[in-house]
């Protein structure tokens, strides 16, 4: 990245000529000012020209790791303090004319945005154009917002689509030298009606189905959560804008957000048009429907934690009320995942338990590490199956304002560990695609104590992280790996099976549909019931 522009200075007087010793002696301050703070100078900003009009003084700058604003207002500053005190002359006014950011890579960037004038889009570089910029506009945080959506842009295009950084960290060793089955359990699930599809990407859970959910996930609550001293809590699942502004979602993920629009009245005379409309015809066309609403002011439960993050924004917080640890499976989570639908795997609506956990920096990566221990624990002894984790960070990464890029692995620092299950169905233990992520494990830093304002009463930083455990993936898998015979399953299911009787399956004359769905269901009930 790399900035230009013409800072143009007003004084107040006019420059003569016993003042051009002096005006030499801050040209070469201006110069001194712009490399300040960078190891390497090159990385700094310099003046590549100057000139004196009447009371301009008008400089043409160029920099590299330094913004073009912050370029100017110390062009400015440093002026004000040499001239000011060698020839008591003040800075009255300044403008950033002409100024323009050249990207490495090809860009898009909307003309819409504010302050941006035009852009030149080339094969490896792209020029922004921006308007002519005053004081004011000069110190407002959205030129900030701009040229970092500019650099994180440049960032982005350097590794052209790859938003993640994969690295296996562990792996379970081989328990299955011959899997104990090869079946996929979403067929069988939904063959022996244990599910029905609802519509695409939702299913509605008969009651064995449920049950079956229930276990694995009662058991990690009771395994895993509760012995580590998480507590419950119930969290919203509509969120309004806002929220996915703060959490950053809106930006990166809206491509697979569901949103909520609410009606444009209550008063239900109103909607007698299109009521009658849907009496007579019997069609509820999306539509018509649609103009009776508002426009989507909520996004649906993306990733169940944002609540957490809001709940204590704008306190402030002291030792004695930290770690806070909290967890929440109150309610479904919504994802529009399009063409990657499959089972109940990767679904629309989903459960999942959201752990969360809030304190300081030491306090947040023990908690994490405690929880990673105890996942282990759960993955290995209690559902005795194959996993690995692996550690994955975005590219790059957001912290205190500034955009980085991430080189190399250190746990201690902002990411995630995906747990990752095998499903023999889908292939050998080497392919990528027979490993279905279940469940992640994630500090965050500031990440969100920064944006939604999470204070510590002695200023102390705060950081969050958050862990989600997704019901039907951990079942899907387990099953897969185990099986539906309880005789190969591990003494705390089977316990769980022996002390919770499972409610009866759906069976009517015509569901089961298939002959083939109802002989599974027979298997099932042998299993199941002995
Ligand atoms: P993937 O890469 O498989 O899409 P993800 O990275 O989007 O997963 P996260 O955002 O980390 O998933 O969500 C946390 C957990 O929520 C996942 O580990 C998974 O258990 C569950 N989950 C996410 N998306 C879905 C989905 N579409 N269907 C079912 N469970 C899901
Ligand atoms: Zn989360
Ligand atoms: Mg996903």
Redesign the pocket.
Known sequence: MRFKGVVRIELSRSLNQDDSKALEEAIREVSLSLVKGFRDPEDGGRVLSWRSEDRFLVLEVESRRLRIDEAAMRVRNSLEASLGSSRRIGVRDIELESALVEIDGEIRVSTKLPFVKSIEAGDKQTTIHLKTLGEKDLKKPILLRLLRLLSEKELKAGWRGKTEHWQLVKESKIKFTTPITMEDPNKILEEAGLVKRFSIGQWLYTPLATYLMNMVREIFIREVVIPLGFTEAVFPKMYPLEIGLKTGHLRGTINSMVFASLPKTYNIEEFEELTDYMYVTNEAPPEEVGNYLRYPEYFLCY?QCEPFYWFFGGELIDDASIPVKWFDRSGP?F?W?SGGIYGL????E?H?VEIVWLGRPEQVIQIRNELLSEYEKFMDRVLDIEWREAWVTPWYYEQSGAVERVEEFNIDRPGTI?FELWLPYRGPREDRKAWL????LSIHGTKFTEPFRIKHNRGETLWTGCS???S??WLTAFLAQRGFNPDNWPPKLRDYLNRNPPPEPVATVTYPKTRTGREELEKLVKFLWR
Not at 345 to 348: H, Q
Request: charge should be neutral; hydrophobic fraction near 30%.
């Open positions: 990733a989570s994802r995942e795997e990767r679904v629309i989903f999942r995906d992520e279940v469940g992640n989600g455990f997704g039907q993936r």
